[in-house]
């Protein structure tokens, strides 16, 4: 078995005065668009993350990503931009894999929470809505 390559990764403001930790609640995906809404236990309020562009997503439990700690660890909901050995830093290398050619400047993000975290590679970057409404 190899070794996973270390992640490196920046946290993004996500603007909630909740210092619980948070649960993802919904992800909802039509025609490469991906939101992913979370809930701050405390105040109960809604955050929604919204991706455009999407190329690829995975929702998986956080026992499953050990790659990705402590680099993307927090005491609440976070997004992180992933800028090296991460799912994309994966892909970019698996045999058969086809996202380095198809796609322009691809990026990875993870949304982290007490349990499920979702990835993804997307082109731009993710909206985030602090009192998340669904429109």
Not at 65 to 92: D, H, K, M, R, T
Request: aromatic fraction near 8%; charged fraction near 25%; glycine fraction near 6%.
């Amino acid at each position: 078995m190899t070794q996973p390559t270390k992640v490196e990764a920046v946290a993004l403001p996500v603007a909630v005065d909740d210092h619980d930790v948070s649960e993802i609640v919904r992800i909802d995906y039509a025609a490469r668009k991906l939101t992913v809404v979370a809930r701050a236990p405390k105040s109960n309020t809604l955050i929604g993350i919204r991706f455009d562009d999407v190329v690829a997503y995975r929702v998986m439990d956080e026992r499953d990503l050990a790659e990705y700690w402590p680099a993307c660890s927090s005491p609440n909901c976070s997004v992180f931009s992933i800028q090296s050995g991460g799912w994309l830093s994966q892909e970019s290398t698996r045999p058969g894999s086809c996202i380095g050619l198809f796609y322009g400047d691809v990026r990875e993000y993870l949304v982290t929470s007490v349990a499920e975290c979702v990835s993804v590679l997307c082109i731009g970057e993710p909206r985030i809505e602090p009192e998340y409404r669904k429109s």
